[in-house]
């Protein structure tokens, strides 16, 4: 009767230890998914930081060109302003000459 209770101890502490190791196991799957999803996230704020670092030298790059636009604008209207200014000064010589 004695061995019976020893052999039932025996089984209840291995049944105690494997339920613990189970439970270790557990929180040790948890820890490790926090772990990857922490990498995770980790990687997107990278991958984010690097598009509004591109985004931000797109702007700057396209400010530049708009910059460039304008100041092509500008010596287009003051060269179309010239012309006007001679084919104006050009009719009025050309009247001048067929009053003569």
Sequence with gaps: S?????EQEKVETREKEL???MTAHHELEEKYAD??????NEA???RIEDLEMQNDELTNQT???EATNDEANRK??????DLYK?????DYF???VKDL
């Design 2 to 6: 004695t061995q019976s209770t020893g």
């Design 63 to 65: 400010t530049d060109l």
């Design 44 to 46: 997107y704020e990278e």
């Design 19 to 21: 339920e613990d190791l």
């Design 76 to 81: 287009i209207k003051m060269l179309e302003d």
């Design 94 to 96: 050309e009247s001048k």
């Design 86 to 90: 001679a084919e104006t000064n050009s």
């Design 35 to 40: 772990a990857e999803r922490k990498l995770q």
